[in-house]
């Protein structure tokens, strides 16, 4: 029986990749084989703020603002935790 | 002077495109690519002659031994030490300084001692010498740095005292590029008998070294920023400080005898030769015969060449840097000072922001603390976008480093 509350991260993300310092960030990296279908459902969900020469979109989703790349990468900033970036994925993601 | 473009033709990697761009590697400071003479080596070594290393009676152990030994000579060639004994083999130069730290530091220091860390270290040379303070409880100084981001030379000499037995200095940093002035550090602390551990992690791979000419007690280095495989690095000792440490790691091959001493219930064992003693187990014996073959490429092309190749990049870049007007280089931009290693911060992006946008046109920087940071501290910055060259870059490809970053 599949999880269905994690299928959106094991379908879409291939890595996590937390940051060290006091501040943490958090590079989401999007499976390559999934990357043009995850971009699409992200910008459908997500506000977009602004884009910037077609590569970065700004973008909000409930109350985390958030950078995507056209290449697959996602940047998440003052998040608490790890778990925190999931639950916002699977919610991007869905 | 070298050149770069037939050099690049020697490194299968630069074939490569990422999304349909051609690759731009810049992160050389975190490690370098590989030549397919390093890669040749690797496989046929794995294909002709591999075995386990010593007291191996066959032919296959004898000639893998050989060569392994070999690895160790031209090492200690490549940075002038006296001999073989004096080239301990180890996974990287974090390794080197924990074998240092829990050898030397373990048995020597007291809580009557004080070593001198700087503020410029990286991590690694930082992380194992609080560790053991907290067990041995002596005191660690740390020196920091100028606004320019070069070391603060008279907190240096405030720091250091009688009671200093060990000083830890980067030869480059790994964040700014500033190189040191080593003989001015090694002879203030040799005034006061201390020895000196430099992490030679950016200045080996980039520009001559000579352990004699500067008089340093512990050198270390990785294989991998040096154009050979991973898990393959260098300490660097002299003889007489080595013949009377005590090993780090125990097991086979680094010892002559372990002898089952009924009347005490104990083991008597007696140590290796140099540099065997403190080689325990099955080495990383295709990394060190990588590790030769790069040291021979590196030094058929000539360090000094390298070191001057690498300097023109970075004159260049700084020059060209300076037309951005939302570009701010962290640190000092005097050439004659700093290796190929370029930090800087782009106005309203964080490090990496700017890293991610690169990687969407095929540019490898990286982002971040680079495990400094103290030294970002110090400087009063987040993080930094870090561009870092070697001998196969070309001032074309920080053409196109620039034309992309005038896109935000």
């Given amino acids: ?22 501040e943490k960030d958090f590079i989401i990296v999007l499976k390559y084989e999934k990357k043009e279908e995850a971009i699409n459902k992200i910008l459908k969900n997500a506000t977009l703020i602004r884009s910037i020469s077609g590569i970065i979109y700004d973008l909000k989703f409930q109350k985390a603002s958030f950078r995507l790349y056209k290449n697959g990468k996602i940047i998440f900033k003052k998040l608490k935790d790890k778990k925190e970036v999931e639950t916002l994925l699977e919610n991007l993601l869905s | 002077m070298l050149n770069p473009y037939e050099i ?37 070594f794995y294909e002709t002659s591999y075995a386990n290393v010593h007291r191996g009676v066959h032919t296959l152990s004898q000639e893998a031994s050989e060569l392994y030994e070999e690895a160790h000579r031209e090492v200690a060639k490549f940075i002038s030490a006296d001999s073989m004994e004096e080239i301990i083999f180890v996974r990287g130069t974090t390794e080197a300084i924990n074998l240092v730290t829990y050898t030397f530091g373990l048995r020597e220091l007291t809580s009557q001692d004080e070593i001198i860390v700087t503020l410029m270290d990286h991590h690694s040379n930082i992380v194992p010498w609080e560790n053991l303070s907290r067990i041995k409880r002596f005191r660690i100084r740390y020196v920091g740095l100028t606004k ?13 005292n009688s009671r200093t037995r060990m ?45 004699k000419e500067l008089d340093v007690d512990f050198l270390a280095f990785s294989g991998h920023k040096m154009l050979a495989p991973t898990g393959i690095g260098v300490l660097y000792c002299k003889k007489q400080l080595l013949e ?3 090993p780090f790691h125990g097991g086979g091959s680094m010892i002559k005898q372990v002898k089952y001493d009924s009347k005490s219930e104990r083991c008597i064992i007696e ?21 030769m073959e790069a040291v021979k490429y590196l030094r058929k092309i000539g360090m000094e060449n390298i070191e001057q190749h690498e300097r023109e990049l970075t004159r260049y870049a700084l020059e060209e840097f300076n037309e951005l007007e939302k570009i701010q280089i962290v640190g000092s931009k005097d050439v004659s000072i700093k290796s190929g290693i370029i930090p800087f ?6 490090s990496h922001d700017i890293a991610l946008f690169l990687d969407n046109f095929g540019i490898m920087v990286r982002s971040g603390f680079h495990c400094a940071q103290p030294l970002h501290q110090q400087l009063g910055i987040r993080h930094t976008v870090r561009a870092s060259f070697y001998l196969y870059n070309t001032k074309e490809e920080i053409d196109k480093l620039i034309e992309t970053l005038k896109q935000l």
């Avoid at chain 2, 540099?275 to 990588?290: D, H, M, Q, R, V």
């Avoid at chain 2, 911060?345 to 964080?350: G, H, I, S, Y």
């Fill in chain 1, 1 to 22: 029986m599949r999880n269905k509350q994690t299928m959106p991260i094991q379908q879409y993300i291939a890595r996590i990749e937390e940051t060290c310092g006091e």
């Fill in chain 2, 8 to 44: 690049r033709k020697d490194f299968p990697i630069f074939k490569r495109k990422i999304d349909g761009n051609q690759l731009i590697y810049f992160d050389n400071a975190a490690s370098s690519q590989k030549p397919i003479q390093v890669l040749e080596a690797v496989k046929d």
């Fill in chain 2, 148 to 160: 320019e981001g070069l070391l603060d030379y008279k907190a240096f000499n405030e720091a250091i």
């Fill in chain 2, 167 to 211: 000083v830890c200095v980067p030869h480059v940093s790994n964040v700014t590029g500033i190189i040191n002035d080593l003989k001015k550090i090694v002879k203030s602390a040799h005034d006061y008998e201390a020895l000196v551990l430099v992490d030679g992690a950016q200045s080996v791979p980039h520009m001559p070294v000579d352990v």
């Fill in chain 2, 244 to 246: 009377n440490m005590e």
């Fill in chain 2, 271 to 291: 140590w290796n030769d140099l540099p065997w003693k403190f080689e325990a187990g099955t080495p990383n014996i295709s990394g060190g015969i990588g590790l």
């Fill in chain 2, 345 to 350: 911060l782009v106005e309203n992006f964080d």
